[in-house]
């Protein structure tokens, strides 16, 4: 077992932060976990994540994105210390999203925030966890209260007989989306990576050393999409590398040695910082559609100096094969689009292309240099392109342009049903789908002209219900229930009286 963890000291009495819980403010959280230590983390989270005018966009909690990659990735052990309800939730929605594997947890009571017994109990459980035969690392979370307290994760040792230790604060108020987090966990593995590439040899991968230049994808991607990207690589004499966030340790040591790095979803500020470190190029956008595979293979090939007449051979053949592709499958309708993956303005392109009168992109992630290319080739169609879009700006742009079809998050698609107008969930139904290369041109049409095809159905349905009731008086009633006004004045003063109590900083945590 490592040394340092014994002779480590362990942090003093922290702040007490007893009555700080996750319902106590952004405002309240963030100033707690700066007076406890935390300011150096969260100015280089509100570098790398700047969230705005208005504060941030209506997600789920952000850990949600790290803890997803940390399941997925074998001989990896995950460790989460938040409040319990916290902890519920987001093991609750990783196995309801496919984790088929176990999350520690590390509980926490108001003693042991104040007494700073938390860390110690944090470093117990990496200790107890830490088997070489089981795991390659392990990866630890603080949630918003423990972040809010200052514990220092930064003082765990860096490994236990040879299983890495990578410790990370991931709060609600620091990090704006849980596609961010994913960012957040991948950076710092690949930081750690890198340390170990400088000081010796590492592990080859799984499948072996590529022989070829490789570029390494950057961007959680549809499992064909690589394989795709790589059949268009390979007559440049090039191959597509690992994609980050990656399955197992190993690839981070595969991915910090490709060639190039494509920046497929452009948000991920960390990693890029840690690739840029280690000497790789970025490049930024994706091959989807016509223009965009277009400009996505030229710029891949200059970067890593193809001769041209392989460059333009790939690059005329693709143009054939997709521009067939896109004739085949045309779209139908007017469209607004929204999510909160990253992936949101090269599908934007894709359903341009395919024809579609798209009028509204709303991301919850920022604007990035790696986005700038679509984000200008939208814009020079028309399509008014929302960075950190809140949800009530997805509603307004449904509302103003009356789409044929909504594409969005779940309240947005909600509020479109509602309205009669058909609508898709972007997460599963539209970015888990192929949608690089040839094969992406015509994977979206089916689904999207079936959805729009749908809004008889939806008028039928709401004619049905016509006069059945909303809100207060949704449903069958015998007797329409009556408006109190005066009682609901008294019960918002009462909300209100609560709400700022707990702005005080007067509430108990969870």
């Not at 009571?109 to 459980?125: H, M, N, P, Q």
């Not at 947005?412 to 992406?440: C, D, H, W």
Request: a negative charge; aromatic letters at 6%; charged letters at 20%.
């Amino acid at each position: 077992m490592s040394d340092d963890i014994h002779t480590a000291e362990p942090p003093g009495p922290a702040a007490d932060t007893s009555g700080l819980g996750c319902h106590a403010g952004a405002e309240t959280l963030e100033a707690a976990a700066r007076a406890a230590g935390k300011s150096e983390t969260l100015d280089q989270y509100a570098r790398d994540y700047p969230k705005g005018p208005h504060d941030q966009p209506q997600s789920m909690c952000p850990a949600f994105g790290s803890l997803r990659v940390g399941l997925r990735m074998r001989r990896v052990a995950t460790l989460l210390s938040g409040s319990a309800c916290c902890v519920y939730g987001l093991t609750f929605t990783s196995h309801f999203y496919g984790a088929k594997r176990s999350v520690g947890y590390v509980p926490f009571s108001s003693e042991t925030l104040v007494t700073g017994k938390l860390y110690e109990d944090i470093r117990d459980a990496v200790r107890e966890v830490a088997k070489p035969e089981d795991y390659d690392a392990v990866i630890v979370t603080s949630l918003c209260v423990p972040t809010a307290s200052g514990v220092p994760l930064q003082m765990l040792p860096k490994e236990i007989d040879g299983v890495r230790i990578v410790g990370i604060d991931v709060p609600g108020f620091g990090i704006p989306t849980h596609a961010e987090a994913k960012d957040v966990l991948s950076g710092a593995m690949l930081k750690y990576a890198r340390q170990e590439v400088l000081s010796g040899p590492v592990q080859a991968p799984r499948a072996g050393v590529e022989d070829r230049p490789t570029v390494t994808l950057l961007g959680e991607v549809f499992p064909a999409d690589p394989v795709i990207i790589g059949r268009m690589l390979a007559p440049m004499g090039l191959a597509a590398g690992p994609v980050v966030p990656v399955r197992e340790w190993r690839e981070l040591y595969a991915a910090l040695d490709g060639d190039v790095v494509a920046a497929i979803h452009p948000f991920y500020t960390a990693s890029i910082r840690e690739f840029q470190e280690a000497g790789r190029a970025i490049v930024g956008s994706a091959p989807v559609g016509l223009d965009g595979t277009d400009a996505w293979l030229s710029a891949i090939a200059d970067t890593l100096n193809v001769a041209p007449e392989a460059r333009d051979g790939v690059r005329n053949a693709m143009r054939g094969a997709i521009a067939g592709a896109l004739s085949e499958n045309r779209i139908k309708g007017r469209i607004t689009l929204s999510g909160y993956e990253g992936s949101e303005l090269i599908v934007a392109r894709l359903l341009i292309e395919s024809g579609a009168d798209l009028r509204y992109v709303g991301t919850a992630c920022p604007k990035t240099p790696w986005s700038a290319a679509d984000a200008q080739w939208l814009a020079d169609k028309g399509v008014h392109v929302q960075f950190r879009a809140s949800l009530e700006q997805d509603l307004a742009a449904f509302q103003e342009f009356q789409p044929d079809l909504v594409i969005g998050t779940t309240p947005v698609v909600q509020a479109a049903k509602e309205a009669s107008i058909p609508a898709l969930y972007f997460t599963n139904l539209i970015s888990a789908r192929p949608l690089m290369g040839p094969a992406g041109a015509g994977s979206l049409a089916q689904v999207i002209n079936a959805a729009i095809a749908n809004k008889p159905r939806f008028d039928r349905m709401s004619a049905f219900f016509e006069g059945v009731g909303t809100g207060d008086t949704a449903g069958v009633w015998r007797d329409t229930p009556v408006e109190r006004p005066a009682f609901r004045k008294k019960y918002a003063a009462k909300t209100r009286i609560s709400k700022n109590a707990v702005d005080a900083g007067e509430a108990v945590g969870c």
